[in-house]
Every structure is written in structure tokens, then in C-alpha cells.
DNA sequence: CTGTTAGCGCCTTCAT
DNA sequence: ATGAAGGCGCTAACAG
């Protein structure tokens, strides 16, 4: 279909000079911030344009403008689902709203996160979006400080403007699941003490635990990391302690349950029966899981709106996603 | 630490007159493609714009050089896991060598890989790899017409530059491991015909079973997508079978591995007892699962190293990273 | 609405 | 080794 041999890059001039217009006409009719003209010239301009395959050099374009229609995201990393699951939902927001989002990741170590972030702000993003704070995380300061657009998602660190879900709400669900099920022994596996969500959902399942009126001792709480790993060694802490074993256990995040049921097998347990299991955020793999995972579902799409509108907001808000409860069958009543 | 308040944007300029030099001295001394000079001056300067906290203007750099010290990644979504392990290592790779990588996603659609293309290709990108090839793709070919560089990786056209793993290998590997362990009714599960990966890792698997005078009937090979429901599917359709059901399973993914593992479950057959599965990549969930699974894992790291390489090279090259066989619990001798 | 003019910040001849 | 000058492609004032 197309013709021309782009050997040599079109510019606005080449353009203009098929239109036989000025180069700032062209530019002004190709403008995409504003409506669009219908006079005739534009729309020939536009043609010609088109038919030459011009397109708009970012680079001279981001240097005139301020703004480059790119929002940078920083993620630990993108081999976690949750991670992958927010930066797509991101991803097609921005594309929705007309931009472009980048995405860099830095692992859990602040420094890297530094380095990431000015690697970022380098390449002139329009605004951050930090999937990584940590309650003890100096860097959304840095950033207030310093009058860089951000907001934080999934976790916050307090202060910035956050899109997050509600985790205490989903901590909740979790649990009062468990508890109209009849368990009585449960148990809590939570998430990285430094992230809000890891508090936030254990203090919801408290707060159902409470309101059955069941104990949750201390020895039945166990805060770790977010990896699998993670999951089947607070699993087997869990499981191998004979009469005192919880018989249904909320574990913060799909990956540390996926962990839990592996320790569960390797007792020779069945999840499901002998053990129930939840986890959190509800990642397509736990629907497909040889026993399909019960779930609370995380509204990554509507956390990526809520961001992406923060970003342009004027200050420090605070959005939560209300979490969906997905049973299923890793969760039974007791006793059968 | 930084006491600047930057509230104004260092430029050149900048450390040019804090320096008492000219700007053009300025740019040489801080420009990181040529070996730095040890001169007094090039020192001064240095620790000058360092102190400034002088960040190069990318627009401004890239606009005037040809090269942005960015490449692209295409893939088809981070939320598969192969393509974020492929991401990662094509992003940690590109760091250490001095270039940002930045990634679309694109889905299995043609067009849409075309539009993402053009986004990519419009932030300057020095480069673009591929994770998307299909055999009856025409972008490879545009690419190649255009003079634009790129090189395809895990999958290719057989045409354009590519990085691949020795999925005839792997598939050799797979399927010889069944034979090894005795099993004489053996299935394949293949990923979508239009991939190379898919066509490789069952030619390999033919090869292996050839050897061992195993035959392989077409109604044991089943071509479907590459997510766990395909392989549930698949794997129902082949365990339900009764009599004719085959005693392994070489899913090359392990994502069908999951599906063909869930399925087994479903069906009251217990993984590496009854039947024996096998997958491929290894990701690191397959050792995480209840019955850890078998796969062959693909050499991410070597294939984001010579995909840069082949970047910078001159014609069509086709490197293959030679995988390995991981053997866990879900393989085991037949009769038990 | 159109064209003219003047840069955005940086790099790169070309002289010194 | 250094400085002066021009321009990468585009956009934003400023006239007309």
C-alpha cells in the first residue's frame, strides 16, 4: 500500500512544501491537543501529511513543548503477576487517554529505586507512577520536594496521592469468608511489613475475626514476602504443628497461598478439605489452579484510572477500589 | 545530601558559566560516548555539573544526535510470564550496556502489532526487538524494507536477524526424558502453528520419540494457544480417553503444563503417578507447584545477550541458546 | 487563519 | 584543547 520509500525521514517541511503552506501551518493543523479545523486547507494539509507518512519527531516536539505524553511506572519487578497485571491495566489507560507509559523496575532495594527514577525523570516522563512505596520510603518526599507529578499505586506511603485498593475492606472479606465457613483455627500470612497493603489486609481480617469473636494469636500471624517461596515456608511453619494447626489460613496475596497449598500438599493434605485456603488479588493462574483458588479480586483497571487521574489532580488524595470476594474451590466449611 | 533546589532545570549553559568555559567545552567533556579525558579542566567541569546535579536533556541530545540510547520491546503481554522473563532479561541486559529498554504490548493482533510498532518507532527507539514473530508475519519483511534495525527474539520469521532458544532441542530433551522413564503412549501439546517455538519443540519431540520407535499418532498431537486454559482443554480432551489414554505428556509451555496438570486433577489422576507431564521455559513457578513440574528451561539471559548482539550486527544471523532439562516430580517411570 | 521570527538544549563542524 | 556559530525539527509569540 505505501509507496514511498522513507529512505529520507519526512519533516514538517516536506510537508509544507507538498502543501505549498507554511511549516507552522503545518504544525498548527497537525497540532493533536487542540480540535481539530475543517477548513479545506487543513484537511488537504492533513491528507498530504498522511500520504507522505509524516510523523511528528518527539524529540524537537518534546523539547519545544514541555510535556512528552509519556508517564513513567516503576515497579519491583514485572516477573510478579500482581506487577504485570498493573502496569498492562496502566498501559491501557494511558493508551486510552493518549499516552505512553514506560515502565522500569528496580527490585525491592531503595537505591535501585533512585537510580530507576532518575532514569525515568530522564527521558522527560510527564509524571511517575510508583508501584513500590514502602511506609518507611523516603523517596515520595524526594519527589513532593522536588514538585515531580506522582502518585503512588497499590501502596502508599501515607502522604502522596495514592491510588490504592482497599485492603482492609478485602483483608475483611477474606476473613469473615473463613469465619462463615465455622473456622475457628485460622491463620494470617501477610505481606512485607514495609507496605501498607500488607498491614491494611491483615488489619481487615482482624477486624472479621474480631467481630466472630475469634483469637488471633500472635504465633498465628506471620508477615514475609510476597514470593511463593515465601508462602510455602510460612505454609509449612503453618501446617506441620500437629493438633495446633489453623484449619483455614488467609494468605495476603495469591502467590504466598499458591505457596501455602505446595506446603499443604507435601503434609499430604488436601486444601479444600483438610485446609482452606485464600489469597489476594485473584491472578488468572489461581482460577486455574489444580484446586481453583479462592480469591479476592483486586480492580486493576479502576486503580490505573484512579491514578492516572490523580496525576493530573492538584494534591494529595487518597483512592480506594473496593476488592470483590471470588470463592472457589480451596475453601470449605468445616468439617467437610 | 543535594542542597540545589531545582526548581530551574540545569543546562549546559549552566555549568558552562559556573565553569568559566565555553559550552561547547562543556558538552565534550560530559559526553560519555568517547573515553573521558583526565584533563584538569574536563575534572573541574565534571564535579561541577555533578554538584549542579546537571542531567543531560535527552530531547535536546537526541535530537541532535541520531541515536537515543533507547530500544524497543514488543511482546504480545507482560502478564504471560515468558514474556516478562524475556522482558527482564532484555532490559537488564540493555543496562548494563548503557540503553533503556522499553516495552508495548500488543496481543496476538497483527494490526494492533503494527500500531505499537509505529509507537515505538516514533520515540526514536535505536532499535526494536520482536517477541511477536509469527511465520506468516509481513513486519519482519516492512522492518527489513524500511532499513529499520531489529531482530527477532524466542521466535522468529525465518528471514529477519533472530535470537532464539534450540526449541528442536528442547523438544528432543522433553520427549526423551518420557522415553528414558518407559512411557510408550506419549501426547504433545504445541503452541499456536503459526509460532516457530511451537513447530521446533514438537520437531525436536518427533525426533526423540523416532529414535525410540515410538509412534506418534496425530491424534496425540494437539496445536492450541499458549495459555493454561488451552492446555486444559487439551488436557481433558486427551486424559478422558479411557483405554487410549497416553501415560505422558510433553505440553511445550508451562502454561499448558498447568491446564494439562489441572485437568489431571479434575479427572482423578495424580501428576507424576498416573501420568507424567512435562513443560517448557521453566518458569519459576513451575518448581513452586503442589507436584513440581518438569520443564525445560529456556536460557533467557543468553538470548537477550546475542539479541542486543545481533542488534548491532550487520545481516541476518539466527543464534539458538541451547536449553536444559529440569527433571521434578511430575515425570516418573511408567508403572510407577 | 496564515506566515515570519526566534528559540528549546544540545552537538558538531570549523577555526583558532 | 578550546570557542564561536549554525542547525537538528518543532512550536509559540508576534504580526499581518
Redesign the pocket.
Known amino acids: 500500500m505505501d509507496e514511498q520509500q522513507e529512505r529520507h525521514?519526512v519533516?514538517?517541511?516536506d510537508v509544507a512544501a507538498a502543501s505549498g503552506?507554511?511549516?507552522?501551518?503545518v504544525?498548527?493543523v497537525?497540532?493533536d491537543r487542540t480540535p481539530p479545523?475543517r477548513?479545506a486547507?487543513?484537511e488537504r494539509v492533513r491528507r498530504i501529511a498522511d500520504d507522505l507518512g509524516y510523523r511528528?519527531?518527539m524529540f524537537?516536539?518534546g523539547?519545544?513543548?514541555g510535556a512528552t505524553g509519556t508517564i513513567g511506572v516503576l515497579v519491583p519487578r514485572l516477573t510478579d503477576h500482581v506487577m504485570a497485571l498493573m502496569f498492562e491495566a496502566i498501559e491501557r489507560t494511558a493508551r486510552a487517554r493518549g499516552s505512553f507509559a514506560v515502565v522500569a523496575t528496580c527490585g525491592d532495594d531503595p537505591a535501585e529505586e533512585r537510580r530507576a527514577t532518575e532514569t525515568l525523570l530522564d527521558r522527560n516522563v510527564d509524571g511517575l507512577v510508583l508501584a513500590t512505596a514502602r511506609l518507611d520510603d523516603t523517596l515520595p518526599a524526594l519527589l513532593r520536594e522536588r514538585g515531580v507529578p506522582h502518585v503512588l499505586a497499590l501502596r502508599t506511603d501515607g502522604v502522596s496521592p495514592s491510588a490504592l485498593g482497599d485492603d482492609e475492606a478485602g483483608g475483611y472479606f477474606a476473613a469473615r469468608h473463613l469465619v462463615d465457613l465455622g473456622h475457628q483455627e485460622i491463620a494470617v500470612i501477610t505481606g512485607p511489613w514495609f507496605t501498607s497493603s500488607a498491614r491494611d489486609r491483615l488489619a481487615g481480617a482482624r477486624r472479621a475475626l474480631a467481630e466472630g469473636g475469634i483469637e488471633l494469636p500472635d504465633a498465628r500471624v506471620i508477615s514475609t514476602g510476597y514470593g511463593i517461596e515465601s508462602g510455602h515456608v510460612a505454609g509449612r511453619s503453618l501446617l506441620d504443628g500437629g493438633a495446633t494447626r489453623p484449619t483455614a489460613i488467609f494468605a495476603a496475596n495469591d502467590n504466598l497461598a499458591i505457596g501455602v497449598v505446595a506446603a499443604a500438599s507435601a503434609a499430604g493434605l488436601t486444601v479444600g478439605r483438610d485446609v482452606s485456603v485464600v489469597g489476594y488479588n485473584d491472578i488468572p493462574l489461581a482460577a486455574m489452579l489444580p484446586v481453583p483458588l479462592t480469591s479476592v479480586r483486586t480492580a486493576f483497571d479502576q486503580i490505573a484510572a484512579s491514578a492516572l487521574d490523580l496525576l493530573g489532580g492538584t494534591d494529595g488524595a487518597v483512592t480506594r477500589a473496593l476488592p470483590t470476594l471470588i470463592p472457589r474451590a480451596s475453601t470449605a466449611a468445616l468439617g467437610r
Request: charged fraction near 25%; aromatic fraction near 0%; charge should be positive.
Open positions: 525521514i519533516t514538517l517541511k503552506v507554511s511549516i507552522s501551518t504544525s498548527r497537525l497540532d479545523s477548513s486547507t487543513a511528528r519527531n524537537a516536539s523539547l519545544r513543548r
